[in-house]
């Protein structure tokens, strides 16, 4: 069955960096559109980074847009999330995320950026 397995998490400062990755399984990880979601506390899950499957395309939120980036490792079943310049609206639970047949979903990492 589809797994996806979100690690990387952490507290950081603000104008940090952390990395999340998400390892894929169960289904043709290099076949499937990929996606990172977040979802802050008494907010609703939102939109972060897609990726193709070839990582020729990707789309930002407007809100990371300079600051993420999305990519992938198609040997490794891999999604990755680079996250810099880090500021405290990013706080929240990173999710990854695939469609097929269904949404599926990570159980997802938490990232807290605080002083």
């Known amino acids: 069955q589809v797994q996806l397995v979100e690690s990387g998490g952490g507290l950081v400062q603000p104008g940090g960096s952390l990395r999340l990755s998400c390892a894929a399984s169960g289904f043709a990880f290099s076949m499937a559109t990929m996606r990172w979601y977040r979802q802050a506390p008494g907010k609703e899950r939102e939109f972060v980074a897609s990726?193709?499957?070839?990582?020729?395309?990707?789309n930002y939120a407007d809100s990371v847009k300079g600051r993420f980036a999305i990519s992938r490792d198609n040997t490794k079943n891999t999604l990755y999330l680079q996250m810099n310049s880090l500021k405290p609206e990013d706080t929240a639970v990173y999710y990854c995320?695939?469609?097929?047949?269904?949404?599926?979903w990570g159980q997802g990492t938490q990232v807290t950026v605080s002083s």
């Open positions: 995320s695939v469609q097929r047949g269904g949404e599926y």
């Open positions: 990726i193709a499957r070839t990582s020729t395309t990707s």
